[in-house]
């Protein structure tokens, strides 16, 4: 159960966490001026936030599995978030998924990441040779593993697209990409 809510702790955004957080401290402000907001109820509170956000992320979880008619691959956040947008605008968000494979592909090893053991050996070598907090690689491995999860759930009727990009790091995830 520990190691579910901290996936759903990892799942959300800084906007969603902020949020939460300032919740809880307005509550928690309130009980301690006394101004007729019991420990008793504030305790309630967090314990029906706390239930639906773990029902959100299930129901967000079980949106995932739904029937999309194209699935576009993009290496890179900002072209994730640019053709996120361009979906929205043209109304087809509900009928086309974006699988963001945000990875710095031109460095590390990037041998068999179609399977478990070729994903940990890329970030173990990450965590050895790259100066970077554990925590955000923790995150960041978590993402990765989810996108390639999501990948490998596509339905075999579903449009696969995906575009050329200038950048180095860019066009290595899709020679990569195209090799899986």
């Given at each position: 159960m520990l190691d579910e809510i901290k996936d759903v702790i990892n799942q959300l955004d800084e906007k969603e966490s902020k949020?939460?957080?300032?919740?809880?401290?307005?509550?928690?402000?309130?009980?301690?001026?006394?101004k007729g907001y019991s420990?008793?109820?504030f305790f309630l509170d967090i314990k029906n936030?706390?239930?639906?956000?773990?029902?959100?992320?299930?129901?967000?979880?079980?949106?995932e599995l739904a029937q999309f008619y194209t699935t576009h691959i993009v290496f890179g956040d900002s072209s994730a978030g640019s053709l996120?947008?361009?979906?929205?605008?043209l109304g087809l968000n509900e009928q086309e998924r974006i699988i963001n494979l945000s990875d710095l592909f031109s460095i590390g090893p990037i041998g068999n990441l179609h399977d478990s053991q070729g994903?940990?050996?890329?970030?173990?070598?990450?965590r050895k040779h790259i100066n970077i907090d554990e925590e955000v690689l923790l995150h960041y491995e978590n993402q990765?593993?989810?996108?390639i999860e999501t990948s490998n759930k596509r339905q075999v009727t579903t449009r696969l697209l995906s575009g050329l990009e200038t950048?180095?790091?860019?066009?290595?995830?899709?020679?990569?990409?195209?090799?899986?």
């Open positions: 949020s939460l957080l300032l919740q809880f401290f307005l509550r928690m402000q309130t009980v301690e001026e006394r420990e008793e109820q936030t706390y239930n639906e956000l773990l029902e959100y992320k299930k129901n967000q979880a079980r949106a996120k947008l361009a979906l929205k605008e994903v940990a050996n890329r970030f173990e070598w990450l990765f593993k989810q996108t950048t180095r790091m860019n066009k290595q995830g899709y020679d990569l990409f195209s090799i899986y």
